[in-house]
């Protein structure tokens, strides 16, 4: 079972990999070309921004001829102008994290890197090995018309070269001209393949390293006195595998030589992956602990109050845990955390008027923690609902109830009623009325009531300090007495026997000494008039 969750859990991953559309890299921060329609507020298409996304634009629309007019093309190569276009912006795709935010958006450019004829919006690295720049430079339309920028005949010259070294060169000499057709997110067909096989690779080896770590480990556990560490092997199994698998991940698909943004997604995802085998490790050692305290205090008889406690402070760690877990998950796919916190700490006041129910339960169940009202298993009367604890949550306590159905009280509610906890009693109260007839003599009932205190007396588990048998009314139809006495027992079934077996001694003694119990009666006198 954990191995096919784990499986799962890498192939959705995975899968993400594979899937992530052009549009979900912006979103999740990741480097990828900007088009025109993420640059705000719009600038004048006569600047070197309006230019590259006017170019761009064009590339998304596969308009080859339009985007070739923002090419400085050569006399002799003009016959190639949209092959060239179409080159550069593979190259751009695949070796640029370009975002055009960053360039210029003045018709004059930008003046301040030394550069008065054009604008250098990136470097990429040459065959010869060295860095050669993507320059727009200014030139004037023809007949005097407005300037226009546009990529510089040297950056043109460099497109061919550029794009012969994208991917594998000494991969794509040896493959057929179909596999190195362009795919989905700008990757090649030979590269889609490649990553259908480096996934179930990663997860090979990911049970093979695992595995092995795990049997050397295993035997040095088994050396010690202890078995807290072969549990601790034991639950960190599913982690561990996860840790592995993120680090298979990047040497795997390395030779793939995947394009800038779904390279820098594939970083993201190897770290995020590490971070998830990290939190995923610290709750299953939070899970291992409580058990551990639980059996611990099980031993030492506290174990209905550790079964109460640990598993709140359980589940309080575990919150903490994954509330930091989404913080680093969004650091790592470049969302501004601090940015996130401080509009929490703006917006708390809303926050707090709409969580308030939520924190009055959170703060009602440490409050019932603090002041140990009652443990897992006891039975307590809350209100007007009575039953066994069965659960203590961050937000509710379950009770089951006689009619065995579960009733859930908030805590925050729970913490404000009268609670009686049946569990904390010492002994238990045994008192009933002991109704006689009237035919009844003063003498037989002082015999009835020396007996009686006397059976009760003689019982091994009374509480000897108070029992009381006394005459305390007289009611239509009976002489009235009053039995009361406690039990030293706190377990309900053994005093459920207890009051069975002295109710019957009661009938007994009664029958013994002549009397008998009194019937609801009522005498009628009827006066008739003399005739």
Do not use: C
């Amino acid at each position: 079972m954990r191995g096919r969750s784990f499986l799962s859990a890498a192939l959705l991953l995975a899968a993400a990999t594979l899937m992530l559309p052009h549009a979900a890299g912006a979103q999740f921060g990741l480097p990828a070309r900007a088009s025109a329609a993420d640059s705000a507020p719009a600038v004048s298409p006569a600047s070197p921004r309006g230019a590259l996304e006017s170019f761009l634009r064009l590339a998304d629309a596969g308009d080859w001829t339009g985007a070739a007019a923002y090419l400085s093309v050569p006399v002799g190569s003009r016959g190639r102008a949209p092959q060239l276009a179409r080159r550069l912006s593979s190259v751009l795709e695949q070796r640029l994290a370009l975002d055009v935010r960053t360039v210029s958006g003045a018709v004059a450019g930008d003046t301040t890197d030394g550069d008065a004829t054009g604008d250098r919006i990136a470097v990429l690295p040459g065959a010869n090995g060295r860095e050669e720049p993507v320059r727009l430079v200014r030139i004037a339309a023809p007949s005097g018309g407005a300037v226009r920028w546009v990529f510089s005949q040297s950056t043109v010259a460099s497109v061919d070269g550029w794009f012969e070294n994208l991917g594998a060169p000494w991969l794509r000499e040896r493959l057929p001209a179909s596999l190195r057709r362009d795919g989905p997110l700008n990757l090649y067909l030979w590269q889609w393949i490649g990553l259908a096989i480096a996934l179930p690779l990663v997860v090979l080896l990911a049970w093979a390293l695992g595995a092995l770590l795990r049997t050397i480990l295993g035997r040095i556990a088994q050396r010690t006195v202890t078995d807290w560490d072969n549990l601790l092997l034991e639950q960190l199994r599913g982690p561990f595998r996860l840790w592995a698998a993120s680090l298979a991940l990047s040497p795997l698909l390395a030779p793939l030589a995947l394009n800038t943004r779904i390279a820098a997604f594939a970083t993201s995802l190897t770290r995020g992956l590490v971070l998830l085998a990290l939190f995923w490790g610290l709750l299953r050692i939070i899970r291992l602990a409580q058990d551990r305290v639980t059996n611990a205090a099980s031993a030492t008889g506290q174990g209905a109050q550790a079964r109460t406690l640990v598993p709140l402070f359980g589940n309080i760690l575990r919150v903490t845990v994954g509330i930091v877990a989404l913080l680093v998950a969004l650091a790592q796919f470049g969302y501004p955390v601090g940015t996130l916190l401080a509009g929490l700490g703006i917006g708390g006041i809303a926050v707090a008027l709409a969580a308030q129910k939520t924190v009055e339960h959170l703060f009602g169940s440490v409050s019932l923690a603090a002041d140990n009202a009652f443990r897992v298993g006891d039975w307590v009367r809350a209100g007007t609902t009575e039953g066994a604890v069965e659960r203590i949550g961050l937000r509710s306590t379950s009770l089951r109830t006689v009619d065995r159905t579960v009733v859930r009280i908030p805590n925050g509610r729970l913490a404000d009623e009268r609670i009686e906890t049946f569990g904390e009693r010492d002994r238990i109260l045994l008192r009933t009325a002991i109704d006689l007839t009237y035919d009844t003599t003063p003498e037989q009932i002082e015999r009835i009531r020396d007996a009686l205190e006397a059976a009760l007396r003689a019982h091994p588990l009374v509480f000897d300090e108070i029992v009381r048998v006394h005459v305390v009314g007289f009611t239509e139809s009976a002489i009235r007495l009053d039995v009361l006495a406690w039990f030293m027992t706190t377990e309900w079934q053994e005093f459920l026997r207890i009051r069975h077996d002295m109710l019957l001694t009661f009938m007994r003694i009664i029958r013994a000494h002549g009397s008998s119990f009194a019937y609801p009666s009522r005498t009628v006198y009827h006066v008739q008039p003399d005739a």
